[in-house]
């Protein structure tokens, strides 16, 4: 099994930074990309960022320039760093990967972390 661990989130004030960061673990083969979704209660998820194994980047609308992605892939991790926040950036930030595991019949799947709290104050 693969399991994703979030951290890094927390309240700031706007126009504050934050780094969020993602580790995977478990009976990972190959990771062919990563990324950040938020999610606010009662609404969709939402797209925030991706970086593949070539880090090739993707980024919403709503967050280029202030957002930046980034990975280690020694280290199965994403990073998130987060700038110029505003109130409008408060959700739960989810972090996705795109695995093969060990002993997988169907090649890549899709696995979700639990989320960390992002809070922008008003």
């Known amino acids: 099994q693969v399991q994703l661990v979030e951290s890094g989130g927390g309240l700031v004030q706007p126009g504050g930074s934050l780094r969020l960061s993602c580790a995977a673990s478990g009976s990972i083969v190959s990771i062919a990309a990563m990324g950040w979704y938020r999610q606010v209660s009662g609404k969709q998820r939402e797209f925030v960022a991706t970086?593949?194994?070539?880090?090739?980047?993707m980024y919403a609308d709503s967050v280029k320039g202030r957002f930046t992605i980034s990975r280690d892939n020694a280290k199965n991790a994403v990073y998130l760093q987060m700038n110029s926040l505003k109130p409008e950036d408060t959700a739960v930030y989810l972090c996705?990967?795109?695995?093969?595991?060990?002993?997988?019949?169907?090649?890549?799947?899709?696995?979700w972390g639990q989320g960390t709290q992002v809070t922008v104050s008003s």
């Open positions: 970086i593949t194994t070539g880090a090739s980047t």
């Open positions: 996705n990967a795109r695995i093969r595991t060990t002993g997988s019949r169907y090649g890549y799947e899709d696995y």
